[in-house]
């Protein structure tokens, strides 16, 4: 339980004002740039490797950004639907151990090492106990999942049509001020899919069923590190290491992603039954 304290604390010191109100190292700078990039944006999506200890601190670091001054924001996050009600009873919680065991007593959270996809995680248990501070210090924030039961879909095109829908869905409730943040596999964040990618990635990803909306798509890199992949079995594979660089920006009608930001490095986080 350690990494949920200690994001507790870090919260409230933002929230305070202090001396540690930005992340150490490259993930405050890239939460920058991010901010700096989306601008106006209502509807920011964030493309990630699943997974990773960095990712989420990035995304609580953006969520006390855009929450500051009374502002409104929401965070959608690659979980079933059918996990929302016990999100919003964890957020109206006093974040206590009674309360932490019962948000990750579903079938979702209580998975076996060959089942892990890399979206569970204490690193993302973590992050929802981040915005419970943030709320509990008076902050509009709310989190919900979006995502489908796997049982539930026969194809990847299904998958990304349904939770683009509920993305849609819970974005035209917000209020017109409102700003949502999405957290989801990098492959969905596309706004169209690469020229040279392979055959089950040529289909239409959530992204794209959303290019109407106020929507700025992040792809969230590193330069170095180590990230989880499922590719029989699942297990952390090494990143290709790159020279320090600037964000790389696209206007290109048939852009992959509004911009590629680069944290210094990505490491594995630490999978739930661990």
Not at 112 to 138: C, F, N
């Amino acid at each position: 339980m350690k990494r949920w304290l200690w994001m507790a604390v870090m919260v409230a010191s933002m929230v305070c004002g202090t001396a540690a109100a930005v992340p150490a190292g490259g993930v405050g700078d890239t939460a920058t740039q991010i901010v700096t990039l989306a601008g106006d944006h209502r509807l920011v999506v964030l493309g990630e490797y699943h997974g990773t200890a960095e990712t989420p601190l990035l995304v609580a670091d953006l969520m006390e950004r855009y929450s500051r001054d009374n502002a409104s924001v929401r965070l959608g996050l690659e979980l079933p639907m059918s996990e929302n009600a016990a999100l919003a009873r964890y957020l109206r919680s006093n974040g206590d151990a009674d309360a932490r065991e019962a948000l990750r007593t579903s079938p979702f959270w209580r998975v076996k090492d060959g089942q892990h996809d890399g979206r569970r995680s204490r690193d993302m248990l973590a992050l929802i106990e981040t915005l419970r501070v943030l709320r509990a210090q008076g902050r509009d924030i709310a989190v919900a999942g979006y995502d489908i039961e796997i049982s539930a879909y026969d194809s990847d095109v299904d998958r990304d049509a349904e939770m683009a829908t509920h993305v849609r869905q819970q974005f035209n409730a917000l209020p017109s001020a409102s700003r949502m943040l999405v957290l989801t596999g990098n492959v969905h964040a596309m706004r169209h899919p690469f020229e040279d990618a392979p055959p089950e990635m040529q289909h239409r990803t959530m992204t794209a069923f959303l290019l109407d909306l106020p929507l700025y798509s992040v792809r969230v890199e590193a330069l170095r590190g180590h990230t989880w992949h499922c590719m029989s079995p699942c297990r952390a594979m090494p990143l290709l290491e790159r020279p320090a660089r600037d964000p790389v920006a696209d206007t290109d009608p048939d852009r992959t992603y509004d911009v590629w930001v680069y944290l210094p490095e990505l490491s594995v986080g630490t999978l739930t039954d661990r």
